[in-house]
Structure formats: C-alpha cells, structure tokens
C-alpha cells in the first residue's frame, strides 16, 4: 500500500538521452521513408510515359520492395514512438546490417566497392544505442567481414578490419562523452523546473498572504481597528518576509549541495541548536513557544559543518508553522546510540502539532526535482540533504504511537566525532 501510494508522487526523470536517441531514429525513418517514396513515385512515372520496366535491371525488383521497405518503416516509427525506442533502434540495426550484406556481392563487399558501407552500422550503433555498442557491432562487422572472405577463397584485408575496429572505438569514446553532457543536460533540465516549481507554490502563497494583510492595513485608514489587530497584521507580515528570506536561503543552499562537495568538521550540536533555539524565538515572538532542550552531555560534538544550523532551524520552524495550538510545545532530546559500531549522536524533535499520516512520512522529504507534488516543502527536502551528506539518517514518527494527531517526532542520527 505505501508503495503504491508512493509511486503516485513520483515521475520517471525525462531522460534526454532516450529522446535524442528516439528523434534521431524518427528523422533516418522519414529520410528513409522519402527517398522510397520518390523512387516509386520514379518508378510509376516509367510506367505511365510507356517503359517497359521488366526490360530495365534489377526494376522489377525494386518495384516490389519499396512498398514493402515503406511498411517495415512504418511499422519501426511505431515501435520507435509508442512501444520502446530501444527496440525499434536494435531492429533498425539488424535490418539495416543485413541489407548492406545483400546490397552487393560478397566478393564486392570485401574487396571495395562496398566496404565502406559498414561503417554505417557502426556510426548508428553509436548515436541510437549505447556508447559501447558501436565498438560490439564493429567486431560483428570485422566477423561477417571474415566469414566472407572465407567464402569467398578471398585474403582478408587486415586494413580494413583494423579501420571498422578503430571507428568502433572513436565512435565509442565519443558516444560516451556525448552521454555524460546530455546527463548533466538532463539533471540541470530537471532542477530549473524543481525551483520553477518552488516559486510558483511558495512565493505566490509569501505573496497572497502579504496582500491579504496589506489589504486589511488599509482599511485600517479608513476606519482603525484595535491596537492588537494592527500588531497582529504587521508581525503576519513580518512572518512572510522570514518566510521570504528563508525560501531564498534554502534554494540556495540547495543548489551549492547539488553542485559541490562539502566539508565535513567537528561541531557542538549543542551550541549550534541552542543558537537557533534563541533566533527562532525572536522571529516568532507573537506565538506562544514553549521549547526545551534535554541533553545528559556537555557539548555535542559531530562530524558535520555549518549547514546543521539549517537543519535545526527548518524542523523547528517546520513544527512551528504545522501546530494550531495556542501553546506551541516542543520537546529536543538528545542522546547517544550505536549503529553497527558507528557512534551517533540522536536527537528526537517531538511537537505537538497537527502529525502526520503514516502513509506521508516518507513522502514529506520527497520535495524533490523527481517529485511532482507539494508535500513536506522545501526545507525537510533540504534538511534530508544536508543529512545525507552528514552520513546520516533522518526519519519521523508518532509522538505518541499509533496516534498520529498528538503530534510529530523527527528523529535524526548524526555521526559523533570519534
């Protein structure tokens, strides 16, 4: 059931590299297609002005198969666009191999006159299959190549298989480089519209709320309203101008995880939350905070680096923003356990907010560029993150078990200095 649910907020990436592949084989169909289609039309124009084409060499021939080539066409655009592309690329090949083979004689095939059509197969291997594919098929075409000759009574010519040999591998080479810039296309391709995706969501709700209270201010002009009224419509705007400004940092320590390596340093947890602690306070002044730390050590010290600031600061204000309570209660726990010989450092944010269905507890750190909904925001996307690159763990539970409306328990596993 979880599964199933999860698939629901997740989509496969766009894979750019299948999509060139896909296009790239929909222009050599078409290609292909025309050309046929210009020699029956050649063909049927003979017939109309009186030329006898059962005189002409190989005519007759040609005037049944073009129809039938146009059919095995059509029939490698449908697989190629509504069945698998990879398919319809590995048939492509094979037909296209095999009619190089009988395009001419054997002995016309290895001694020149069409040898060169082999290096066809090798360069589509490349561009409509995977990078090593085109060095694979420049073996196959080096092996048919010396099962002719043997046919044939024929010297093998070395210089030729050398040279399907080495197009196979420079078509290789470049295949893969090709791919690689493509899957970095694709991973840029993918976080424009992740934080396309942030914006739209999230800035036009700072924006609505904004408005909303600017709104109420001006009437206030035109006929004053209490004193607690105005103060509580101000520090609403306030709050959405933080909200704002954390928006903008999240993305942006975001983008510097995605782009780079981070630096890993010893750190006081305990000074580090207890900072936040005291900043989260004054930003949220007109809610009622009722926040304690329980620690049974002095200091608090993990292999982590500044961003763990971020971490603390986006669960609290996540149990902060998520709690309709007039008291707003949230208990950190902070201890120490063991986990297949590593050591960590566990703390338990536990609130008493609205809680989360179990079937959300993993969904809520999927707010990423793969995922296609709005669920646990930005910054348990973040803070998931940034753990990751910490070695650590992070997951959620039910303050109280097996009942999800008492409130949350964030429970996050940090390695502590060894």
């Not at 961003?307 to 309709?324: G, P, T, Y």
Request: net charge neutral; proline share 2%.
């Amino acid at each position: 059931m979880k599964k199933s649910i999860l698939n629901k907020f997740k989509i496969k990436p766009i894979d750019l590299e299948e999509v060139r592949k896909q296009k790239i084989l929909n222009l050599i169909l078409v290609g292909l297609a025309i050309i046929d289609i210009i020699v029956m039309i050649g063909i049927f124009i003979l017939v109309l002005i009186g030329v006898n084409i059962g005189e002409q060499k190989g005519t007759i021939s040609i005037f049944f198969i073009t129809p039938l080539f146009l059919f095995v066409l059509g029939i490698l655009f449908i697989i190629n666009n509504y069945i698998a592309s990879v398919l319809a690329n590995q048939i492509f090949l094979v037909i296209f191999t095999v009619l190089i083979i009988l395009a001419d004689s054997p002995i016309e095939l290895i001694e020149g006159r069409s040898t060169i059509y082999f290096y066809l197969p090798i360069f589509f291997a490349g561009i409509l299959l995977r990078p090593l594919s085109s060095f694979l098929i420049a073996i196959i075409i080096s092996f048919i190549y010396l099962i002719l000759c043997f046919i044939c009574i024929s010297t093998p010519n070395i210089l030729a298989i050398g040279t399907f040999l080495v197009v196979g591998l420079i078509m290789w080479f470049y295949a893969k480089d090709l791919q690689q810039s493509l899957s970095h296309s694709e991973a840029a391709f993918n976080r424009s519209n992740f934080y396309k995706d942030i914006f739209s969501h999230d800035i036009n709700n700072i924006l609505q709320n904004i408005l909303s209270s600017s709104q109420l201010l001006s009437r206030y002009v035109k006929k004053p309203m209490r004193e607690e009224e105005f103060e509580e419509l101000i520090e609403i705007l306030h709050e959405q101008v933080t909200r704002g400004e954390y928006l903008v940092s999240n993305i942006r320590k975001l983008s510097e995880l995605e782009e780079e390596e981070i630096t890993l340093k010893s750190v006081d947890g305990l000074t580090v939350l207890n900072n936040v602690i005291e900043g989260i306070t004054k930003s949220y002044k007109s809610r009622n905070l009722n926040i304690q730390l329980h620690h049974s050590s002095d200091k608090m010290l993990v292999l982590a680096n500044e961003l763990l600031n971020n971490v603390f600061e986006n669960l609290l204000i996540n149990a902060i923003r998520h709690n309709n309570n007039s008291i707003i209660n949230i208990s950190i726990i902070i201890t120490k356990k063991q986990v297949n010989q590593i050591r960590f450092f566990k703390c338990e944010i536990l609130d008493n907010g609205i809680g989360i269905v179990d079937d959300m507890k993993e969904l809520i750190f999927l707010r990423t560029p793969n995922s296609t909904k709005y669920i646990g925001g930005l910054g348990l996307s973040l803070v998931k993150q940034i753990i990751e690159k910490f070695n650590g763990q992070i997951w959620v539970e039910d303050k109280i078990i097996g009942d999800y409306t008492q409130g949350s328990k964030f429970v996050l596993l940090i390695p502590e200095i060894q």
